[in-house]
């Protein structure tokens, strides 16, 4: 009981042939397709990891805004005090050079009317300052959470690319291309008469 290869026909030998063929076409295919899916999933890997860069940098950004916001609003603010309190001076001047008595009767309103105006002046920009920055670091907040997802969606992609093997593909495709093949031999092959 032996192999007899010369036992077959011509057209059992074109089908060995065309059987091999195929398996070596399929073998092919799985191979290249596992790469490709291979390089699909590393590529968007690294698209994701640029995104996560982008989102850093926008973090870092938002922050730097957050703090501009804070000192444009305290430049507004000693602005807005200086000029309060220039005009409650040249008021003081103004009263004085006339004679008026100062914090007595309707005067002493007038001042504390005015210290109170600057005052809730000063308080309400202050408030618009905080409002403003919280807002930007709340954006930032944001972006560094949205980076840190970007990240570990990353890192699956890198672990997933990993993983896919090429010939773990190219096995099924093997064994079931040479199963297919020799269940097709005729019983003379195999020298069973």
Same mark, same amino acid.
């Given at each position: +009981?032996? #192999? !007899?290869?010369?036992?077959?026909?011509?057209?059992?030998?074109?089908?060995?042939?065309?059987?091999? &063929? &195929? #398996?070596?076409?399929?073998?092919i295919g799985d191979y290249s397709k596992a790469n490709t899916e291979r390089y699909r999933a590393k590529s968007a890997a690294l698209n994701y990891e640029?995104?996560?860069? +982008?989102?850093?940098?926008?973090?870092? +950004? %938002? =922050? $730097?805004?957050?703090?501009?916001?804070? *000192?444009?609003?305290?430049?507004?603010?000693?602005?807005?005090?200086?000029?309060?309190?220039?005009?409650? $001076? $040249?008021?003081?001047?103004?009263?004085?050079? *006339?004679?008026?008595?100062?914090?007595?009767?309707? @005067?002493?309103?007038?001042?504390?009317?005015? =210290?109170?105006?600057? =005052?809730?002046?000063?308080? @309400?920009?202050?408030?618009?300052?905080?409002?403003?920055?919280?807002?930007? *670091?709340?954006?930032?907040?944001?972006?560094?959470?949205?980076?840190?997802? #970007?990240?570990?969606?990353?890192?699956? %992609?890198?672990?997933?690319?990993?993983?896919?093997?090429?010939?773990?593909? +190219?096995?099924?495709?093997?064994? @079931?291309?040479? &199963?297919?093949?020799? $269940?097709? #031999?005729?019983?003379?092959?195999?020298? !069973?008469?």
């Amino acid at each position: +009981m032996g #192999l !007899d290869f010369g036992a077959l026909g011509l057209g059992d030998k074109i089908g060995i042939g065309l059987g091999v &063929s &195929s #398996l070596v076409t399929g073998l092919i295919g799985d191979y290249s397709k596992a790469n490709t899916e291979r390089y699909r999933a590393k590529s968007a890997a690294l698209n994701y990891e640029h995104q996560r860069d +982008m989102a850093q940098l926008n973090k870092r +950004m %938002l =922050e $730097s805004q957050a703090q501009h916001i804070g *000192r444009a609003y305290n430049k507004q603010i000693a602005i807005r005090t200086m000029k309060a309190g220039q005009a409650i $001076s $040249s008021t003081k001047a103004s009263f004085a050079a *006339r004679g008026i008595q100062m914090g007595v009767g309707s @005067t002493a309103n007038v001042f504390a009317s005015a =210290e109170l105006l600057k =005052e809730i002046d000063r308080l @309400t920009m202050n408030t618009n300052k905080v409002k403003a920055m919280n807002t930007k *670091r709340a954006q930032a907040v944001n972006m560094g959470i949205r980076g840190d997802m #970007l990240g570990m969606s990353a890192d699956n %992609l890198f672990s997933t690319a990993s993983t896919i093997s090429p010939f773990m593909n +190219m096995s099924s495709t093997f064994l @079931t291309g040479a &199963s297919s093949i020799v $269940s097709g #031999l005729p019983s003379k092959f195999w020298g !069973d008469n």
